[in-house]
């Protein structure tokens, strides 16, 4: 039986503007779905169930005074655990941050808050963002509520398990090489990746600054437009936001297909792509075609070496950025009997494998004599997709693609090759590469009942189009994707 939190946040904003329901029965809805099912699925590091109650209350005597209602307002949502929550604990999945509690909030969370969004909670992540399973917590896996055995991605797999299952209507997560649109796809829910410097960075744990991206998850596109249009605009507090307009995402929803051109991407059918993913996705765009959307062949020529140059960028951006955590200023301490042992110690201490392996990377990256031969090489291949896409995007209006390779797969069945691991994210890094905003939609089943994910990508600040098509795709599809988890409660 379907409860108040399985429904869109589209639906809910209605009912409550309605009074058919209130928000506190929301909230409530979804803190009772958390402890029904969290302790298999451990999406949350912090749940937060007081602080969600007092604000759906705080709303609801807001709501009786008749005054208008944001759009975001009174809806349960969660923040991935890179977030800054003032007074409340942020952890980024590491040992290092265990007891860190940030003295404010960050940008994206302060737009949200002040339309009426419920915090009920902070979720888990693989350690400082750094994975594609959600494995590399220090505080364990996150559990796919498709099949409990299986990850639900990374690096925000406790925010697209938390909506998959109903224990948060929308959430935030962070996107630096797919890590919102990947787990998203896996998961079985919609994931956006916008414009680089759409959304303030203001408050998010750095990991590659030139490449982090604030990212949401919902279960509907009309939802991830909605959740945009809040927290986009400029930030005074980020030098990197964008002074652009922001525009009304939910308008134009409706326009179809008609005439969009829409290019299918040569490189991303070939060896490693399951064979259900590959043939949902190009199910997927005939559905589009059939609804006059003219289809044709796209490439991105230099995309076989995005994997090579953002695992040398990313890495580098990452090892000065973590150079912070040093026992000094905030954080985990481990005594020495020097500042310089108390330093490597706190660090051999408070970091996990993977982010060891990144910043040992990006230091040698970055190291003299080899700076120009790896992360100069890097950047050059950089300007090569971004040249790819501009060219592309003179043919087309948006490209498609699957999201990930493979459907969910078992923990543990990649943990000891980080190679196979990264391969995980080959589609949705150009994208990042290239600043552009892409989205993944739900697109099928694969012959085990795992999720598959449509990926659309658009030029930059071009929104508006992804919007359009993905939700023209999601309406003609008419899925109903519920977890096997819940449906046997």
């Known amino acids: 039986m379907t409860e108040l939190c399985d429904r869109t946040g589209t639906e809910l904003s209605a009912a409550l ?22 302790d298999r699925v451990a999406a949350f590091l912090t749940p937060t169930p007081e602080v969600a109650l ?74 400082f ?21 299986t990850v639900p991605g990374g690096s925000s797999g406790g925010s697209a398990a938390a909506v998959a299952s109903g224990m948060a209507v929308w959430a935030l997560g962070t996107d630096t090489g797919g890590s919102v649109r990947q787990p998203a796809s ?20 750095a990991f590659a600054s030139s490449l982090d991206t604030v990212g949401t998850f919902t279960r509907s596109v009309r939802d991830a437009a909605t959740l945009l249009g809040v927290m986009a605009g400029k930030d005074r507090h980020d030098a990197t936001s964008l002074d652009a307009d922001v525009p009304d995402y939910a308008q134009g929803l409706e326009a179809g297909v008609q005439g969009l051109r829409i290019g299918v991407l040569a490189e991303a ?46 890495p580098s951006e990452a090892s000065s950025n973590l150079a912070r955590y040093d026992g000094v200023r905030y954080g985990l301490r481990v005594d020495g009997d020097d500042s310089i042992e108390m ?16 910043i040992m990377l990006g230091t040698y ?85 795992l999720p598959i994910g449509l990926q659309l990508t658009a030029p930059a600040l071009e929104e508006s189009t992804l919007f359009r098509a993905a939700h023209t795709l999601e309406s003609d599809l008419g899925l109903d994707l519920r977890p096997p988890l819940l449906a046997a409660a």
Not at 19 to 37: D, H, K, N, Q, T
Not at 129 to 149: D, I, K, T
Not at 283 to 308: F, K, M
Request: with cysteine.
């Open 17 to 38: 503007r309605d009074g058919e329901i209130s928000a506190v029965a929301l909230a409530e809805s979804a803190i009772a779905r958390r402890e029904a099912f969290d």
């Open 54 to 127: 007092e604000r759906a209350e705080a709303f609801d005597t807001y709501l009786a005074t008749g005054a208008p209602q944001s759009g975001v307002a009174g809806m349960p949502l969660a923040l991935k655990d890179v977030f800054t929550t003032k007074g409340i604990r942020t952890t980024c999945g590491s040992k290092i941050l265990d007891d860190y509690v940030p003295p404010y909030d960050a940008s994206a969370w302060t737009r949200l808050s002040g339309g009426g969004s419920v915090l009920v909670g902070k979720t888990n992540c693989d350690e």
């Open 129 to 149: 963002a750094m994975g594609s399973s959600n494995e590399n917590s220090a505080f364990g896996p996150v559990h796919n509520p498709w099949a409990l055995e």
């Open 186 to 205: 896996l998961s079985g829910v919609v994931g956006l990746k916008p414009t680089y410097g759409r959304i303030s960075r203001y408050g998010l744990i």
């Open 269 to 314: 059918f070939g060896e490693g792509v399951e064979p259900d993913v590959a043939a949902s996705v190009h199910a997927g765009v005939d559905r589009l075609a059939g609804l006059g959307a003219e289809v044709g062949e796209a490439s991105l020529p230099h995309a076989e070496y995005a994997l090579s140059a953002y695992y040398l960028i990313a």
């Open 343 to 358: 330093m490597f110690r706190t660090r051999g201490a408070g970091f996990g494998p993977e982010v060891k392996r990144r």
């Open 365 to 449: 990256a970055l190291s003299a004599g080899y700076y120009e031969a790896y992360y100069g090489q890097a950047q050059k291949v950089r300007t090569l997709i971004l040249q790819d896409y501009a060219a592309a995007f003179e043919r087309f209006d948006v490209l498609v693609s699957p999201t990930s390779p493979t459907t969910a797969f078992p923990i543990g069945a990649k943990a000891d090759d980080p190679l196979a691991m990264y391969l995980n994210d080959i589609f949705t890094i150009p994208a990042n590469l290239g600043g552009v905003p892409a989205i993944s939609v739900p697109c099928g089943l694969d012959a085990n009942g």
